[in-house]
């Protein structure tokens, strides 16, 4: 099973969720999803960084 987190509703969601367009992933596991917002932060800090250089 894959895992979404839903940007308009705060909160993970299985594959029968809200469209793909309302959610971040897919992500392996339940744990992975709630974590998105963190994840996407990291990555993006990440890619800044690779652009200061």
């Known amino acids: 099973m894959r895992w979404y987190y839903c940007l ?3 909160k993970v969601e299985s594959e ?7 959610r971040m992933g897919p992500y392996k596991s339940e744990a992975e999803a709630r974590h998105a917002l963190k994840l996407a932060a990291e990555r993006n800090a990440a890619f800044d960084a690779e652009d200061d250089n």
């Open 8 to 10: 308009e509703h705060q």
């Open 16 to 22: 029968k969720g809200c469209p793909n367009s309302e």
